[in-house]
């Protein structure tokens, strides 16, 4: 079944300080992944998503994710962490054989 | 503006009432889902309706019920059968295809229901 795992329910950052959120999956069949930023008592808004075209992917509000197939991981950094960040982030999996259904991973809440 | 919208915003519920959300979508998206939010949990499927008068359930759809008369439209039931009702609630739609395995899912921005 697919799993996925954020390491770290809350992550804390100086503003300017490189953020770095860990997302790894688990899917039998190559997987379309994505990040989504909640802020306080809204929806969610997606950030970016990995389908297979580019290793690297650049969202908004300056962040990127870099899918690496042998460490089944989609990692999302921002070089410079500022204020306006300060929100919960969710990593989420799409795979053909999980009926195409998003698996989410449990969030994780950056502190700036 | 193309979104999803959601009502109400808050929602109180007495002991052994039923309470309805709404959600409203002009998107023209086929898809469209319904996830529990509670704190540390991340999101969890209640239900969702991939076209006009057909719905599944997901992982935690005891206590719930849900309708799919109109394309832009998937009104989720609270019943008094669930018993934990308070929690966050969010509505989803996607363009649904099965093709499209990688299209987002668009959000609105949520119900908050308590219990009196």
Known sequence: ?112 | DGGITQSPKYLFRKEGQNVTLSCEQNLNHDAMYWYRQDPGQGLRLIYYSQIVNDFQKGDIAEGYSVSREKKESFPLTVTSAQKNPTAFYLCASSLGDRADFNQPQHFGDGTRLSIL
Not at chain 1, 3 to 23: D, F, K, P
Request: glycine content about 6%; hydrophobic content about 40%; charged content about 10%.
């Open chain 1, 1 to 112: 079944a697919q799993s996925v795992t954020q390491l770290g329910s809350h992550v804390s950052v100086s503003e300017g300080a490189l953020v770095l959120l860990r997302c790894n999956y688990s899917s039998s069949v190559p997987p379309y992944l994505f990040w989504y930023v909640q802020y306080p008592n809204q929806g969610l808004q997606l950030l970016l998503k990995y389908t297979s075209a580019a290793t690297l992917v650049k969202g908004i509000n300056g962040f990127e994710a870099e899918f690496k197939k042998s460490e089944t991981s989609f990692h999302l950094t921002k070089p410079s962490a500022h204020m306006s960040d300060a929100a919960e982030y969710f990593c989420a999996v799409n795979a053909m054989d999980s009926n195409y259904q998003l698996i989410w991973g449990a969030g994780t809440k950056l502190i700036i």
